[in-house]
């Protein structure tokens, strides 16, 4: 639809015409700020816990694991220095030979999901997976951060 | 030829450049969600008359819902 637009206006006179090509869905993905009716509507992104602890797939499990617990997480998120996530550590893996390089122990690839997903939904979604944490990611796989299920399910109570 | 442009360069040129943002989505879905500043001329409805709210001498970037 909006090649056609760009293409209308500059038949139209316009001299300097952009097509923003992967459009809204791109933008709201990004946890980018939006206006209009839904645009206070209670999203994951608001409920996802930004302070969660991050490492290097370089550095060894035994290092991240006491700056982990210190911090007072069980779990830590594997980026690279674009912030784009890598992979996660959870309890079980944070508890692996603290010897061991982060890439050699991580879970790859955890599933992730974008900001702008209404937080009632992906509570409803949790709770049928029993999933009790989930990752929130930017479209391009940068860490916004950490969803508890008990956070997206306090603010999809106070929506209803 | 209009060129092609992504989140980033939307963001540049907006900001720094004064870009006017145009939602060419019909208006219900307009009213729901928009990109902030963005003024809706739904693409049936883009002629001479509503591109009248439009500066001519500033850059305009249109955007629909994703790859349409």
Redesign the interface.
């Known amino acids: ?10 038949g ?3 001299e ?13 993905a ?1 946890g ?8 206070l509507s209670p999203t994951i992104g608001d409920a996802a816990r930004r302070d969660v602890p991050t490492c290097a797939p370089v550095e060894k499990i035994g290092v991240v694991r006491e700056r982990v617990r210190k911090m007072g997480w069980d779990r830590c998120v594997v980026v690279n220095k674009e912030r784009v996530v890598l992979g996660l550590l959870r309890d079980k893996e944070l508890s692996s030979d603290p010897k061991a390089p982060v890439e050699e122990a991580m879970r790859n690839g955890p599933a992730t999901f974008r900001p702008n997903e209404p937080v009632g939904k992906m509570a409803q979604r949790m709770q049928d997976r029993e999933a009790t944490a989930v990752l929130v990611t930017t479209s391009d796989g940068r860490l916004v951060g950490l969803l508890y299920r008990e956070d997206a399910e306090r603010l999809a109570g106070v929506q209803t | ?7 980033d ?3 540049r ?1 907006v900001q720094e450049e004064g ?1 006017q943002l ?4 019909p208006r219900e879905e ?9 003024i809706n ?1 739904p ?1 049936k409805e ?3 008359e509503t ?1 009248a709210r ?1 500066n ?1 001498d ?11």
Not at chain 1, 33 to 39: D, Q, V, Y
Not at chain 2, 58 to 68: E, L, N
């Open positions: 639809m909006s090649p056609r637009a760009a293409w209308r206006l500059e139209l006179g316009f300097r015409v952009y097509d923003y090509v992967p459009g809204k869905a791109d933008w709201f990004s980018l700020p939006k206006e209009g009716n839904l645009a | 030829m209009p060129t092609a442009i992504f989140r360069e939307v963001r040129l870009a145009v939602d060419v989505l307009y009213e729901e969600e928009h990109l902030p500043h963005a001329i693409l883009l002629d001479r591109i439009l001519r500033a850059r305009v970037i249109v955007y629909c819902h994703d790859y349409q």
